[in-house]
Each structure stands twice: as C-alpha cells, then as structure tokens.
C-alpha cells in the first residue's frame, strides 16, 4: 500500500517516518528512524531548541539560588525546577516513536523520567508547605503559590492516569478502552507542560524573586517559550486521533 505521499507504507516504515506527521516541519522531522537510539529523541529536529530553553530555563533558577546563602526554602525551587526539566525528557524522549517496540521502550523511559521528576516536584511542595506552616506566612497569596497548586494537583493526577492506563488497562475496562483515554493523556500533558512554564514564570515576580533572588522576569519568559517552541512542532496529530486524509483533518473515533 501507499501513503498519501504516494510513497509505499514499507519505505515510509524503513525510514521512520510512518502516517503520522509532525505538527510543523517535514516527515521524519520528529520520527524515530528504525535501528537508530532512542536516546537521539532528546534532540530530534525542534528537540534541541527546546533543550536549549530548559537548560537555560534551570540555568537560570539554579543560577540565582546557588549565588545567594542557601536556606530551607531554596531546596523549593531547585527541586522544583529539576523536576520540570526531567518532564520536559520525558516528553521528548517519547514523542518521536511510532512503532510498537519503540513505543514500548519509550514508554518506559517516559515513566522513569516522570517517576524521577513527580518525586522531585513532591519533594518541592513538602518544602514549600512546611516553610509555609510557621506563623506570618500566607497560602496562596500570590498569582504563582496558586498557579503551582493548580499545577501540582494537574500533573499528580496525569500521573496516575497515565499509569494506569498503560500498566493497570483493567481499570478502564480493558486495553482497548484504556487506549481511548491516551489522546487525551497527551493532549492534557502539553497543557500541564506549559501551566509548569507559567508557574515559573510567575516566581520571577514572588517576593523571595524580587528582593533576594533577583530572576529576570524576560529571561525565563524567554527560556519558556524556547521550551514550547521546541515541543509544540513536534506533536503528531494522529496520536491525537486525527488523521489526515486528502488534506483535511478529521477527529477520529
């Protein structure tokens, strides 16, 4: 059989590409090519750029922390951001596969990286609630203490979906209604990704930013934007169960 390109499924198969194309870009652009690492995911096409802004984007959090004298509360946004910078992996080591056995391998790692990260993010709001328990102290007072709750609560929750969708299919009522519920996975990750962003984003502009860490607002703005111009190209729409047919775009049941 041939594809749309009019290219045989076969070749499309050996070279890596498949059905299903990338968001932007061109065929191949964010496909895993058979033989080849997983690990070359990581930079895969727009992979680099947004390698480049969660670097950048840590860079900058741990910069400002480790230059001044470190306190109970600093473990809060160094964990916090580690943890973002490993979901950032998660997500790019698992975006360009597309056959079965990569799909499988990809999983695993996308879950390591995630199991790795949550417990890092955990491990900031242990941080963040105990510094908040003694007297003066205010929850949620300002636009990043709840955007960071929201954002907590988000991707906690797409945790233990994403988990026991793939590893647990019988609490959906079997594989094939668990499969249904992986479009929305994905497209609900990419929305908590970029709720992550704008949390920290926000902090540049907490108190502890402003007077003592100093971050530049313009500077993680940036480093966040590179992040999402990095993954946002990348996204196949079939995993989202759209197809393309003779140059339209239908939702797939």
């Known amino acids: 059989m041939a594809s749309a ?36 995911n990581l930079g895969l096409g727009t992979a680099a750029i947004a390698q480049a802004g969660i670097w950048i984007l840590a860079a900058i959090i741990w910069g400002a922390i480790f230059s001044q004298k470190l306190i109970f509360f600093s473990a809060h946004p160094l964990l916090n951001s580690a943890g973002l910078l490993l979901a950032t992996q998660a997500a ?42 003694g007297p003066g102290h205010e929850h949620f007072a300002s636009p990043h203490a709840i955007l960071g709750l929201i954002f907590y609560l988000a991707i906690f929750f797409q945790a233990v979906v994403g988990f026991t969708q793939y590893y647990t299919p019988s609490l959906y009522g079997g594989v094939e209604k668990a499969k249904a519920v992986w479009k929305y996975h994905r497209a609900t990750g990419y929305v908590i990704a970029t709720l992550g962003l704008a949390t920290v984003c926000a902090a540049s502009w907490t108190t502890y930013s ?44």
């Open 5 to 40: 390109t009019g290219i045989p499924d076969n070749i499309n198969a050996a070279r890596g590409v498949g059905e299903d194309e990338p968001l932007l870009g061109q065929r191949g652009d964010a496909a895993q090519m058979d033989g080849e690492s997983i690990w070359k």
């Open 92 to 133: 790019l080591i698992l975006q360009p596969t597309h056959t079965p056995e990569q799909k499988r391998i990809g999983t695993t790692i996308h879950f390591l990286f995630h199991l790795v990260g949550l417990s890092a993010l955990l491990s900031g709001l242990i941080i963040i609630e105990i510094n908040k328990a």
């Open 210 to 253: 402003l007077n003592v860490a100093h971050i530049q607002h313009w500077a993680v703005i940036v480093a966040s934007v590179l992040v999402l111009v990095g993954v946002v190209p990348r996204i196949k729409l079939q995993k989202f169960g759209l197809k393309k047919e003779d140059g339209s775009v239908r939702l797939e049941s």
